[in-house]
């Protein structure tokens, strides 16, 4: 690296980072980006070049993200139908359910619920049946 014409360690470290730059942009598009050489020579147009193919890159980055997103975006609308559906013939089926039980099938399961309900709220350890956490 010829840094003689650099004074500061900044002109210096943003030399590095453009060579950096070209060789990954140049990576990713296939090497066709044109050598440049970023002194106090390079002309206005190798640089409006490089500006180019990096805008380039990231666009093609960009599209495919954005395609990615609308792709998931896509499945999880379908999945989401789906779940509407489902839901939905559930409801069905529990109203046909309910109108086909007896009065005493519905008492029964309600009876069935109601302590499944509570034992959540108010959980059972051993300590406070009267038996030993050992």
């Given at each position: 690296m010829n840094t003689?014409?650099?004074?500061?360690?900044?002109?210096?470290?943003?030399?590095q980072l453009h060579n950096f730059s070209i060789s990954f942009f140049s990576s990713l598009l296939g090497g066709d980006v044109v050598s440049v050489k970023l002194d106090n020579s390079a002309s206005g147009a190798s640089v409006v070049a490089l500006d180019n193919k990096i805008e380039q890159a990231m666009d093609l980055v960009k599209n495919h993200?954005?395609?990615?997103?609308r792709e998931e975006v896509?499945?999880?609308?379908?999945?989401i139908r789906e779940l509407v559906e489902k839901n939905s013939q559930l409801e069905r089926e529990n109203t046909l359910l309910k109108t086909?039980?007896?009065?005493e099938q519905l008492e029964k399961f309600q009876s069935r619920?109601?302590?499944?309900?509570?034992a959540p709220e108010a959980p059972e350890t051993p300590e406070a049946s009267g038996g030993s956490a050992v």
């Open positions: 003689e014409m650099y004074q500061t360690p900044m002109e210096v470290a943003v030399y993200l954005m395609y990615a997103v896509e499945i999880l609308k379908e999945q086909l039980a007896s009065p619920l109601s302590p499944e309900e509570a």
